[in-house]
Nanobody, 126 residues
Framework: QVQLVESGGGLVQPGGSLRLSCAASKFDLEYDYFSIAWFRQAPGKEREGVSCISPIPDDPWYADSAKGRFTISRDNAKETVYLQMTALTPEDTAAYYC?????????????????WGQGTQVTVSS
């Protein structure tokens, strides 16, 4: 069965950095036809898209809150997507989920997600 496993979350001070990883498996030969997105959800808030990268990452998508601070990258050979987060603030505190969306064009709506990872917690606090 398809699996997405996030890692790299943890506790970090404001202004710090973290790199999240999303390792995919059991996609057989279909991995290259999925876009991979990162979502986050804080307590009491809706799950929101943070970033997305297509199989051909010519123009990755970022939420306004992530632009200039987060960088998404994709290693198709390793079937792994990374989210490098810098200049973190307490507003970035949330559970972060990676998601697979079938198609070679990025989508960032939760309803479009085919597969979810289990989530990894990011806490930004002094």
């Amino acid at each position: 069965q398809v699996q997405l496993v996030e890692s790299g979350g943890g506790l970090v001070q404001p202004g710090g950095s973290l790199r999240l990883s999303c390792a995919a498996s059991k996609f057989d030969l279909e991995y290259d036809y999925f876009s991979i997105a990162w979502f986050r959800q804080a307590p009491g808030k809706e799950r929101e898209g943070v970033s997305c990268i297509s199989p051909i990452p010519d123009d990755p998508w970022y939420a306004d809150s992530a632009k200039g601070r987060f960088t998404i990258s994709r290693d198709n050979a390793k079937e792994t997507v990374y989210l490098q987060m810098t200049a973190l603030t307490p507003e970035d505190t949330a559970a972060y989920y990676c998601a697979a969306i079938w198609g070679r064009q990025c989508k960032t709506n939760s309803d479009d997600v085919n597969y979810w990872g289990q989530g990894t917690q990011v806490t930004v606090s002094s």
